[in-house]
Structure formats: C-alpha cells, structure tokens
C-alpha cells in the first residue's frame, strides 16, 4: 500500500520558520520526482517547489525563492520543505505528490498539512 504523510505544519508568526516532511511507504521514493504544491481557500492550487530524481534539479515558484529549501533523503524516503522567512501569504494547506514517468505517469499525493502563518 502506498502512501505519502506530510507533517510539520500549524501556527507560525509571520517572520518564523517551519519545516514540513513529506515520508513516502509502499514504493522507493528515491525513484520519484516530488513536488510541494500548496492552496488557500478560494484560491487554484499552486506550485511551490520541486526536486527530481536523484536530487539534481530544484525548482521554486518566484514568490519563495530564497525563502524555501527542499531537499531529498532517499534512503529516509521522505523530501523536506525548509520555509523561513514566513509571510502571512505562505498560508495554505500544502501537498506532497510523487511522480514517476513510465509507460503510464504514476502519481501519488499526501492529504496534506496546514501552515497558518499569523501574528
């Protein structure tokens, strides 16, 4: 059975830190790209960081860099969101999702923790 957990998130005052976890069971998370995605009430989801295969590559919406890290552990199986620096704007519920490309895309998603960034 395969399942992504994240956890980490709650209360922060604006200017505070969190670190979020993503932990992957049931498949070799090493072998996935993974990508933290984020959305607030009303709002489309969106895309806030991504780390491939192998740890080679990040990428990071505008609105975090320099901010946000994330980073890999495959032999821990889990990939970790480092957010400083928090705005009240980072509010959201963020997910972790899992992508290998195959003869099939396979994806796979956490349900998600909620990051509430107030003062």
């Known amino acids: 059975q395969v399942q992504l957990v994240e956890s980490g998130g709650g209360l922060v005052q604006p200017g505070g830190s969190l670190r979020l976890t993503c932990e992957a069971s049931g498949l070799v998370f090493g072998d996935f790209d993974v990508t933290w995605y984020r959305q607030a009430p009303g709002k489309e989801r969106e895309l806030v960081a991504s780390?491939?295969?192998?740890?080679?590559?990040?990428n990071y919406t505008d609105s975090v860099k320099g901010r946000f890290t994330i980073s890999r552990d495959d032999a821990k199986n889990t990939v970790t969101l480092q957010m400083n620096s928090l705005k009240s704007e980072d509010t959201a519920k963020y997910f972790c999702?899992?992508?290998?490309?195959?003869?099939?895309?396979?994806?796979?998603w956490g349900r998600g923790t909620q990051v509430t960034v107030s003062s």
């Open positions: 999702s899992g992508r290998h490309y195959n003869y099939r895309i396979i994806e796979y």
């Open positions: 780390v491939s295969r192998g740890g080679t590559s990040t």
